[in-house]
């Protein structure tokens, strides 16, 4: 039967077995697998293991071995946004919750890029949106999938679906091909008008404020 402490408070209710990995547990920032091949892993790490990959937020060791809280990514094709048009097969969702896994089963680091990181480095690794409406493109205003080909205002940068914009896709493809470079409607009437385009006048804006900091 349990009974009560000082101040009233109960005991012999807890388990001793969580008593003992509680006071056991320290919390590591970085921890390095001696196993072939050696890998470095710290908190905010993504991983590859067998069954998929995670996010590291937590790395501690207890008396038994070194362990993480991982919180496992979730590939579009196995949710139902896969149906949305602008989700990309190398989308990743975040699980709500954790598992506690050995560090041992960690196989190798894989890269997660933020919906502009990935835009930046042309496609490389895995994507996660902060928002699922992130990076609003083209005159349909449809988040940018990165599966799905774009053309690029060679003035202003900005994208555009070659159907929104009355072409085929083989048609950007020749044109592309062939050198030939896209111009959106924005831009031709700037240019038509006698007034500098968007890049020219992000120039201009980024110089000016350049002059005041100096």
Not at 186 to 203: I, M, Y
Request: glycine fraction near 6%; hydrophobic fraction near 40%; include cysteine.
């Amino acid at each position: 039967m349990a009974g009560t402490g000082r101040g009233g408070v109960p005991i012999g209710n807890k388990k001793p077995e969580a008593n003992a990995a509680a006071a056991d547990e320290k919390d590591l920032r970085s921890y390095t697998i001696s196993l072939f091949p050696r890998l470095t892993v710290k908190v905010g790490d993504n991983v590859q293991m067998k069954f998929g990959a995670a996010k590291i937020e937590r790395l501690f060791q207890t008396s038994k071995g070194v362990y993480f809280n991982a919180r496992f990514y979730i590939r579009s094709r196995d949710t139902r946004l896969a149906i949305l048009p602008f989700i990309s097969k190398r989308e990743l969702f975040l699980a709500e919750s954790t598992e506690i896994r050995c560090v041992t089963s960690i196989e190798s680091k894989v890269t997660v890029h933020s919906a502009e990181e990935y835009f930046e480095f042309k496609n490389a690794g895995f994507l996660i949106r902060a928002r699922l409406h992130d990076l609003r493109i083209c005159l349909c205003e449809m988040p940018w999938n990165p599966d799905v080909p774009m053309m690029e205002c060679k003035d202003c940068g900005e994208l555009f679906h070659p159907a929104c914009v009355g072409m085929t896709r083989d048609e950007a493809a020749e044109n592309a091909a062939n050198g030939i470079d896209y111009v959106c409607s924005e831009c031709n009437s700037q240019v038509a008008a006698g007034l500098p385009n968007q890049w020219q006048r992000e120039v201009v804006t980024k110089n000016e404020a350049t002059k005041l900091f100096r």
